[in-house]
């Protein structure tokens, strides 16, 4: 699964360093204009004028010889090559952060993950399921860090792409339930989403539907829009299975629309076309009526081939 890449704005510090000495100074004005302008860029899907904020931002972190704020916008330039693909550039990205941070004496688990996230892209499944179980594992992060929760959850996610849901399962067992109560929506979600596509592979299928509603609510909340379409359009799937015809359709509408104002035209056709399907055959006017005014929108978008600014879900 595909996700869009949380973008840091601060590092905890969680290790104490023994580098060489620093002098506080106060933020620089260049790096927090650059930076400020980069999150609202991101925020707004442009990820290549992001990119290029975060870059102006970095540049000037380097300058003034600030590890801190070279690790974490590097990290962020690193996740906005990511979702342009550009990975090779985002691995030397996520090196110089991890060494940056070292230099810091800081831990620095969130650059960990996402490269577990990049090595997965690329298919070098044995290297990312290393790297994140080390990471899963490591004395460094504190066990009520909430970041434990999401190398889990990319665990459960690497043994559903291996069609293993009991597997899946079973990392998801190990979650401390204290944390992840504790934990934003976001993680929340991503848990909840692990568990639906595991079930689902169990062919527990209602189950399955009612964690990924779940996940999709909690995506809603924390305004991860991409990531709440790709989990509609698993619960509809799973609702499919089950034989509920009509919630399959609502939520096949639902994604379609979402992926469509995404610009992942290829996933929204897709889901157009299941709720189209379902929506005959069950006779239902009232979306029908909905699916004939989203219809030209998405054909207009699927001629224009406008490329997706956001990582595709799956």
């Not at 299928?205 to 379409?229: G, H, T, W």
């Amino acid at each position: 699964m595909k996700r869009c890449i949380l973008i840091i704005t601060s590092i905890p510090l969680l290790l104490a360093g023994c580098g060489s000495p620093r002098i506080a100074c106060r933020p620089d004005a260049e790096i927090e204009r650059n930076s400020s302008a980069a999150k609202t860029a991101y925020a707004a899907g442009s990820i290549e004028s992001a990119s290029a904020f975060y870059q102006k931002a970095l540049n000037r972190a380097r300058l003034a010889d600030q590890p801190l704020d070279i690790s974490k916008l590097a990290y962020n330039l690193a996740a906005c090559r990511a979702q342009m693909r550009q990975y090779p550039g985002a691995l030397e990205l996520l090196d110089e952060a991890e060494f940056e941070s070292a230099k810091a004496g800081t831990c620095f688990p969130e650059a960990i993950l996402l490269r577990c996230e990049i090595l997965r892209h690329l298919g070098q499944t044995n290297e990312a399921l290393a790297t994140a179980r080390s990471g899963a594992d490591s004395p460094k992060i504190p066990k009520n860090n909430p970041v434990r929760i999401q190398f889990q959850v990319f665990l459960a996610d690497m043994a559903c792409d291996r069609n293993d849901g009991k597997l899946a399962l079973q990392e998801l067992v190990s979650l401390d339930r204290n944390t992840l109560k504790s934990s934003g929506s976001f993680a929340q979600a991503g848990v909840a989403h692990a568990r639906g596509r595991a079930l689902f592979l169990e062919k527990r299928f209602d189950e399955a539907a009612v964690c990924l509603d779940d996940s999709a609510r909690l995506y809603q909340k924390s305004q991860r829009y991409p990531d709440m379409a790709g989990a509609l359009q698993n619960a509809a799937r799973a609702c499919s299975a089950a034989n509920k015809r009509m919630e399959a359709a609502d939520r096949f509408y639902r994604a379609a629309r979402s992926f469509y104002l995404c610009g992942d035209n290829a996933r929204a056709q897709e889901s157009f076309s299941r709720a189209n399907d379902l929506a005959k055959e069950l006779d239902d006017k009232i979306l029908l009526n909905a699916l004939a005014r989203l219809k030209p929108e998405i054909s207009r978008a699927a001629e224009d081939k406008i490329p997706s600014k956001n990582a595709k879900l799956e």
